[in-house]
């Protein structure tokens, strides 16, 4: 998932639920007023959780796209195994 796919996803839910998109605007405007340290604490924390979920769809994604290559060079020893 790049940064553009997100923005796109981020945008499209802001365009068709309007409403609760500025519910949760205000709420985190509201906070922000509030209580800055906790906030930028729940910012922190939900980076760091987001770089993580990141990490492990790029490495699922990677791990995925591997093992599609080896049941392919599979196949092509079976292949070439039934051909001699």
Do not use: I, P, Y
């Given at each position: 998932m790049d940064m553009p796919s997100l923005l796109d996803r981020l945008v499209?839910?802001?365009v068709h639920y309007k409403?609760?998109?500025a519910v949760i605007a205000l709420g985190l405007l509201y906070y922000t007023v509030t209580k800055p340290r906790?906030?930028?604490k729940l910012l922190a924390v939900l980076a760091v959780l987001g770089v993580v979920l990141y990490f492990v769809?790029?490495?699922g994604k990677t791990t995925t796209t591997g093992l599609g290559?080896?049941?392919r060079m599979i196949y092509k020893t079976r292949d070439a195994i039934e051909k001699q």
């Open positions: 499209t839910f802001a409403l609760l998109a906790e906030f930028f769809l790029l490495f290559s080896k049941d």
